[in-house]
């Protein structure tokens, strides 16, 4: 079946415009993840969502940053006035959630969003 | 200091090599180890998990936790050429947790 999708796959703006980067996750699961992998600070959490609980947004790493997930499927990340420090590639992950606590649920990853902010 | 440390490498072997990957951690909360392989321009995938401490094996790859010393291992036998990727090790804390990476190490075997 069809794997996480992102788009763009690269997105280049000028520091101070706003993006919005896209994730479709697999159809059916009900966990979507953000990550961030930068050269200097490797591959870290964004924020979480699951299902219609509130977001984990503890990884955001300032207000510039928003995310919205629409009918528990699409989700969005948004960027306000873009720095040159945001440049990295925004990743993307979902899935299924187990009703035991201790049920594995891989994470499936998609291919990215390349953001280079000049 | 970050929760998962991880050598940054870069790792060069040869063909047919024993190759040795490792990370530490220090937030005794976790309980899901699991170890990625991301090839350039991809996203990661599951390689391997281990939920709490020992060993799994898969094929050529073996994973260990030991959860005394806060440490686990990914160890590939016989490597070849395309085994030749970015290793992430990740933990989390629940099943639905999110994932706390190491920085990833990038291993090339050459031919």
């Known amino acids: 079946g069809a794997g996480v999708s992102q788009s763009p796959s690269n997105k280049v703006t000028e520091k101070g415009k706003d993006v919005e980067l896209r994730c479709d996750p697999i159809?059916?699961?009900?966990?979507l993840y953000w990550y961030r992998q930068s050269l200097g600070q490797g591959l870290e959490f964004l924020i979480y969502?699951?299902?219609?609980?509130?977001?984990?947004k503890s990884g955001l790493p300032s207000d510039r940053f928003s995310a919205e997930r629409t009918g528990g499927s699409v989700s969005t990340l948004t960027i306000q006035r873009t720095q040159q420090e945001d440049s990295a590639v925004y990743l993307c992950?979902?899935?299924?959630?187990?009703?035991?606590?201790?049920?594995?649920?891989?994470?499936?990853f998609g291919p990215g969003t390349r953001l280079t902010v000049l | 200091q970050k929760e998962v440390e991880q050598d940054p490498g870069p790792l060069s072997v040869p063909e047919g090599a024993i190759v040795s990957l490792n990370c530490t951690y220090s937030?005794?909360?976790?309980?899901?180890f699991m170890w990625y392989r991301q090839y350039s321009r991809k996203g990661p995938e599951l390689l391997m998990y281990?939920?709490?401490?020992g060993n799994k094996e898969d094929g050529r790859f073996t994973a260990q936790v030991d959860k005394s010393s806060k440490y686990i291992s990914l160890f590939i036998r016989d490597s070849q050429p395309s085994d030749s990727a970015t290793y992430l090790c990740?933990?989390?804390?629940?099943?639905?947790?999110?994932?706390?990476f190491g920085k990833g190490i990038t291993l090339s075997v050459r031919p």
């Open positions: 992950a979902s899935s299924l959630v187990g009703a035991r606590n201790r049920l594995f649920n891989e994470q499936f």
């Open positions: 159809s059916g699961h009900t966990a």
């Open positions: 969502f699951q299902g219609n609980s509130a977001p984990d």
């Open positions: 937030n005794s909360a976790f309980q899901y």
């Open positions: 281990t939920y709490s401490s």
């Open positions: 990740a933990m989390k804390i629940g099943a639905n947790s999110k994932l706390t």
